[in-house]
């Protein structure tokens, strides 16, 4: 698996290709979305609802977006926010880690948290957090498999829905 940042042109446009690519993997995740409400119909997910979706995560100075790619396919994508808005929060977190539903249980989930860790570790940092939606219980047993554990347990900062926060050590 290749991991690499989302560059976006001057303008803030994504390439076509990639944008279709893209539209194609949060299509795919549509029980994700049917629990989060990230998007008005699940069933109904457009280039241009991605394209401002990833153009106000990028609007952040902290946030950085990654893309996974598999055998020159993209599979997942990671979204990282290097400083929480909480200062009493020291830790990076994972905002969102998305794998193409057609590629799921095959390892790519697991290798590209273990490469978003692994940037985390490289730039210094000693441990990750991330809020998994407190009616996801399939997130919640795969972020505890890879040995995240609950810290606490709040609304997220956007949309005020309930979630468990998850915590790890990097060694």
């Not at 799921?104 to 490469?115: F, T």
């Amino acid at each position: 698996m290749i991991l690499e940042p989302l560059r976006v042109a001057p303008d803030h446009d994504l390439p076509g290709e990639l944008l279709t690519e893209l539209t194609a993997l949060y299509a795919s995740n549509r029980a994700f979305h049917a629990l989060s409400g990230d998007f008005p119909d699940p069933d109904d997910i457009r280039p241009e609802q991605v394209a401002a979706e990833l153009a106000d995560e990028l609007a952040h100075p902290d946030v950085e977006v990654l893309l996974a790619r598999s055998e020159g396919r993209l599979v997942g994508v990671a979204i990282t926010l290097a400083h929480h808005p909480d200062p009493a929060d020291p830790d990076p977190w994972i905002g969102l880690l998305m794998v193409d539903a057609a590629a799921q249980r095959q390892g790519h989930g697991r290798r590209l948290a273990g490469l978003v860790e692994e940037r985390l570790r490289a730039a210094g940092r000693t441990a990750v957090r991330l809020a998994v939606l407190e009616n996801n219980p399939g997130a919640l047993a795969f972020w505890t498999a890879l040995g995240y554990t609950v810290v606490d347990h709040r609304p997220d900062r956007r949309l005020n829905r309930p979630c468990a926060v998850l915590r790890k050590e990097l060694r």
